[in-house]
């Protein structure tokens, strides 16, 4: 385990510490070199918080701390019990369904408000559809992805 993965450890057992939970803590690396950090455990749930906000405020707080103390930027992704695989997946989903039926209709369809990484996933699946095109209406809590016909 290198120093950067140490911080990591340590940082996140402090945080968890605190919020008064335990998890078993999986660090590795991505193919662009990111940290991939997955918590398993019980009664986790309470950091996924709604819609997963309180899993990115996580990932957030861990990655400005692990920053502070590697000295340079620490770009981290972190999962709690596979639950952003899994969101991941129904938003695969949604997108192919919401495509079918913006092709049927011929209408644009507003999905639920997002966060940004989620919009993100979205506007890249929709851009490998010839024919579908996404942007993002509202703001802040309320942006939502909405996809249409080109």
Do not use: C, W
Not at 52 to 76: C, F, N, P, R, W
């Amino acid at each position: 385990m290198n120093n950067t993965e140490q911080i990591i450890k340590e940082t996140l057992e402090k945080i968890l510490s605190i919020i008064g939970v335990t998890a078993d803590i999986q660090i590795s690396k991505d193919i662009e070199n990111m940290f991939v950090i997955d918590l398993n455990g019980e009664d986790l749930g309470v950091i996924i918080g709604f819609h997963g906000d309180g899993l990115l405020s996580l990932q957030t707080v861990t990655s400005l701390i692990v920053s502070k103390q590697a000295g340079e930027y620490t770009h981290l992704k972190i999962d709690i019990n596979d639950y952003r695989k899994q969101r991941e997946q129904k938003i695969y989903d949604l997108i192919k369904n919401t495509i079918d039926r913006v092709r049927f209709s011929g209408k644009a369809i507003e999905l639920s408000p997002m966060n940004p990484a989620e919009r993100r996933l979205v506007h890249t699946e929709v851009s490998k559809y010839s024919d579908g095109v996404s942007e993002s209406v509202g703001e802040g809590h309320s942006r939502r992805p909405v996809i249409r016909l080109k």
